[in-house]
Protein backbone atom coordinates (compact mmCIF):
# COMPACT_ATOMS: atom_id res chain seq x y z
CA UNK A 1 0.00 0.00 0.00
CA UNK A 2 1.50 3.22 -0.73
CA UNK A 3 2.30 5.90 1.85
CA UNK A 4 0.08 8.75 2.33
CA UNK A 5 0.80 12.17 1.59
CA UNK A 6 0.84 14.30 4.81
CA UNK A 7 -0.63 17.11 4.16
CA UNK A 8 -1.40 21.25 5.63
CA UNK A 9 -3.79 23.35 4.92
CA UNK A 10 -3.65 26.80 5.47
CA UNK A 11 -6.37 29.00 5.04
CA UNK A 12 -8.29 31.75 6.84
CA UNK A 13 -11.78 30.23 5.79
CA UNK A 14 -12.76 27.67 8.11
CA UNK A 15 -15.34 25.98 5.76
CA UNK A 16 -12.36 26.42 3.10
CA UNK A 17 -10.27 24.50 5.49
CA UNK A 18 -12.26 21.89 6.44
CA UNK A 19 -13.81 21.27 2.96
CA UNK A 20 -10.31 20.52 1.26
CA UNK A 21 -9.70 18.23 4.96
CA UNK A 22 -12.88 16.31 3.76
CA UNK A 23 -11.99 16.23 -0.07
CA UNK A 24 -8.44 15.70 0.36
CA UNK A 25 -8.80 12.66 2.77
CA UNK A 26 -11.24 10.92 0.32
CA UNK A 27 -8.29 10.04 -1.67
CA UNK A 28 -6.68 7.20 -0.48
CA UNK A 29 -3.07 8.17 -0.70
CA UNK A 30 -3.56 11.75 1.14
CA UNK A 31 -3.74 12.75 5.07
CA UNK A 32 -4.28 15.84 6.52
CA UNK A 33 -2.04 15.87 9.15
CA UNK A 34 -2.87 19.83 10.55
CA UNK A 35 -4.41 23.40 9.71
CA UNK A 36 -3.78 26.80 10.27
CA UNK A 37 -5.99 30.18 9.53
CA UNK A 38 -3.12 32.06 9.45
CA UNK A 39 0.65 32.26 8.35
CA UNK A 40 1.85 33.20 11.33
CA UNK A 41 0.39 30.20 12.97
CA UNK A 42 0.94 27.69 10.35
CA UNK A 43 4.49 28.84 10.81
CA UNK A 44 4.14 27.52 14.56
CA UNK A 45 2.55 24.04 13.58
CA UNK A 46 4.22 23.18 10.90
CA UNK A 47 7.64 22.24 12.31
CA UNK A 48 6.25 20.00 14.59
CA UNK A 49 4.31 17.98 12.30
CA UNK A 50 6.65 18.48 8.90
CA UNK A 51 3.81 17.58 6.33
CA UNK A 52 5.19 16.60 3.18
CA UNK A 53 3.14 19.20 1.24
CA UNK A 54 1.36 22.89 2.41
CA UNK A 55 -1.62 24.14 0.82
CA UNK A 56 -1.64 27.41 1.61
CA UNK A 57 -3.66 30.65 0.06
CA UNK A 58 -1.79 33.57 -1.13
CA UNK A 59 -3.73 36.51 0.73
CA UNK A 60 -4.94 35.80 4.37
CA UNK A 61 -4.71 38.27 7.42
CA UNK A 62 -1.76 38.70 9.60
CA UNK A 63 0.53 37.12 6.63
CA UNK A 64 0.14 36.69 3.32
CA UNK A 65 1.15 33.09 1.63
CA UNK A 66 4.16 34.90 -0.24
CA UNK A 67 5.56 36.16 3.38
CA UNK A 68 4.75 32.59 5.06
CA UNK A 69 6.41 30.07 2.20
CA UNK A 70 9.63 32.05 2.28
CA UNK A 71 9.96 31.85 5.86
CA UNK A 72 9.20 27.98 6.00
CA UNK A 73 11.90 27.84 3.15
CA UNK A 74 13.87 28.64 5.98
CA UNK A 75 12.19 26.53 8.79
CA UNK A 76 11.72 23.58 6.77
CA UNK A 77 13.56 23.20 3.53
CA UNK A 78 12.19 19.64 2.63
CA UNK A 79 8.48 21.05 3.03
CA UNK A 80 7.11 21.12 -0.80
CA UNK A 81 4.17 23.92 -1.04
CA UNK A 82 1.19 24.42 -3.47
CA UNK A 83 -0.76 27.84 -3.73
CA UNK A 84 -4.57 27.27 -3.91
CA UNK A 85 -6.16 30.95 -3.95
CA UNK A 86 -8.61 32.88 -5.97
CA UNK A 87 -6.20 35.35 -7.63
CA UNK A 88 -3.89 35.00 -10.20
CA UNK A 89 -2.37 38.52 -10.98
CA UNK A 90 0.84 38.10 -12.63
CA UNK A 91 2.57 39.79 -9.14
CA UNK A 92 0.72 37.31 -7.26
CA UNK A 93 1.67 34.17 -9.19
CA UNK A 94 5.64 35.53 -9.94
CA UNK A 95 5.59 36.32 -6.08
CA UNK A 96 4.68 33.19 -5.06
CA UNK A 97 6.70 30.98 -7.29
CA UNK A 98 10.01 32.99 -6.15
CA UNK A 99 9.21 32.37 -2.36
CA UNK A 100 9.14 28.70 -3.01
CA UNK A 101 5.10 27.66 -4.55
CA UNK A 102 6.05 24.28 -6.96
CA UNK A 103 2.11 24.67 -8.02
CA UNK A 104 -0.22 27.10 -8.36
CA UNK A 105 -3.96 25.85 -8.05
CA UNK A 106 -7.25 28.40 -8.69
CA UNK A 107 -10.10 27.50 -6.00
CA UNK A 108 -12.21 27.11 -9.36
CA UNK A 109 -10.07 23.92 -10.21
CA UNK A 110 -11.54 20.55 -9.65
CA UNK A 111 -10.89 18.49 -7.18
CA UNK A 112 -8.77 15.82 -10.08
CA UNK A 113 -6.63 18.75 -10.52
CA UNK A 114 -5.89 19.59 -7.17
CA UNK A 115 -4.96 16.32 -6.24
CA UNK A 116 -2.89 15.76 -9.47
CA UNK A 117 -1.03 19.00 -8.04
CA UNK A 118 -0.07 17.43 -4.84
CA UNK A 119 0.97 14.19 -5.96
CA UNK A 120 3.35 15.78 -8.81
CA UNK A 121 4.68 18.43 -5.62
CA UNK A 122 5.22 15.19 -3.46
CA UNK A 123 7.11 13.30 -6.54
CA UNK A 124 9.17 17.23 -6.85
CA UNK A 125 7.70 17.82 -9.59
CA UNK A 126 6.22 21.73 -10.51
CA UNK A 127 2.59 22.09 -11.37
CA UNK A 128 1.23 25.03 -13.06
CA UNK A 129 -1.83 25.43 -15.41
CA UNK A 130 -0.53 26.36 -19.12
CA UNK A 131 -2.27 29.81 -18.63
CA UNK A 132 -1.06 30.77 -15.68
CA UNK A 133 2.70 29.52 -17.21
CA UNK A 134 2.00 31.81 -19.64
CA UNK A 135 1.59 35.02 -17.22
CA UNK A 136 4.66 33.69 -15.48
CA UNK A 137 6.50 34.04 -18.51
CA UNK A 138 5.32 37.11 -19.88
CA UNK A 139 6.01 38.59 -16.24
CA UNK A 140 9.85 37.06 -16.22
CA UNK A 141 10.47 38.83 -19.98
CA UNK A 142 9.16 42.07 -18.83
CA UNK A 143 12.25 44.56 -17.04
CA UNK A 144 10.90 45.36 -13.42
CA UNK A 145 9.37 48.31 -11.94
CA UNK A 146 12.13 50.09 -9.54
CA UNK A 147 10.73 50.61 -5.86
CA UNK A 148 10.81 54.10 -6.72
CA UNK A 149 8.56 53.42 -9.40
CA UNK A 150 5.81 51.10 -7.82
CA UNK A 151 5.78 53.79 -5.34
CA UNK A 152 4.77 56.59 -8.34
CA UNK A 153 2.74 54.01 -10.36
CA UNK A 154 0.60 53.83 -6.87
CA UNK A 155 0.20 57.30 -6.20
CA UNK A 156 -1.17 57.64 -9.87
CA UNK A 157 -3.43 55.21 -9.36
CA UNK A 158 -4.58 57.13 -6.33
CA UNK A 159 -5.19 60.04 -9.15
CA UNK A 160 -2.62 62.39 -7.84
CA UNK A 161 -1.08 64.87 -10.31
CA UNK A 162 3.14 65.07 -10.92
CA UNK A 163 3.33 68.19 -8.75
CA UNK A 164 1.41 66.16 -5.79
CA UNK A 165 3.50 63.42 -6.23
CA UNK A 166 6.59 65.16 -6.11
CA UNK A 167 5.37 67.22 -2.64
CA UNK A 168 3.78 63.99 -1.51
CA UNK A 169 7.88 62.41 -2.04
CA UNK A 170 9.61 65.54 -1.50
CA UNK A 171 11.44 64.75 -5.16
CA UNK A 172 11.49 67.98 -8.07
CA UNK A 173 8.02 67.23 -10.67
CA UNK A 174 10.98 66.77 -13.35
CA UNK A 175 12.06 63.55 -11.70
CA UNK A 176 8.16 62.63 -11.05
CA UNK A 177 7.74 62.97 -14.69
CA UNK A 178 10.82 60.75 -15.55
CA UNK A 179 9.51 57.72 -13.76
CA UNK A 180 5.96 58.15 -15.24
CA UNK A 181 7.57 58.13 -18.82
CA UNK A 182 9.56 55.00 -17.60
CA UNK A 183 6.91 53.34 -15.62
CA UNK A 184 5.09 53.61 -18.78
CA UNK A 185 7.91 51.99 -21.35
CA UNK A 186 8.11 49.23 -19.21
CA UNK A 187 4.70 48.23 -19.02
CA UNK A 188 4.25 48.95 -22.87
CA UNK A 189 1.36 51.46 -22.46
CA UNK A 190 0.97 54.99 -24.00
CA UNK A 191 -1.08 57.06 -21.05
CA UNK A 192 -1.31 57.02 -17.42
CA UNK A 193 -5.06 55.65 -17.76
CA UNK A 194 -3.47 52.41 -19.53
CA UNK A 195 -0.48 52.45 -17.01
CA UNK A 196 -3.34 51.77 -14.07
CA UNK A 197 -5.30 49.44 -15.62
CA UNK A 198 -2.65 47.31 -16.90
CA UNK A 199 -0.92 47.68 -13.38
CA UNK A 200 -4.21 46.52 -11.80
CA UNK A 201 -4.49 43.39 -14.14
CA UNK A 202 -0.62 42.89 -13.27
CA UNK A 203 -1.35 42.99 -9.58
CA UNK A 204 1.63 45.86 -9.31
CA UNK A 205 -1.12 48.05 -7.69
CA UNK A 206 -4.20 47.49 -5.31
CA UNK A 207 -7.15 49.87 -5.37
CA UNK A 208 -7.55 50.78 -0.78
CA UNK A 209 -10.26 49.70 0.35
CA UNK A 210 -12.76 52.22 1.67
Same mark, same amino acid.
Given at each position: ?25 ? &?????? /? ?7 ? #? ?30 ? +? ?17 ? /? ?36 ? +?? #???? #? ?12 ? &? ?11 ? &?? #? ?15 SVLE ?21 ? &???
Amino acid at each position: MRKAIRIFIVDDHAVVRLGLKTMLES &EPDMKV /VGMAASGKD #ALEAIPLVLPDVVLADLRMREMNGEAMLLELR +HLCPNVRSVVLTTYHSDED /VFGAVKAGAMAYILKSSSLEQVTEAIRKVYAGERWIPA +HI #AQQL #AQRLSRAPLSTREL &EILQLVARGMKNH &EI #AEELSISENTVRNHVVSVLEKLGVRDRSEAIAVALQQGLVRM &EEG
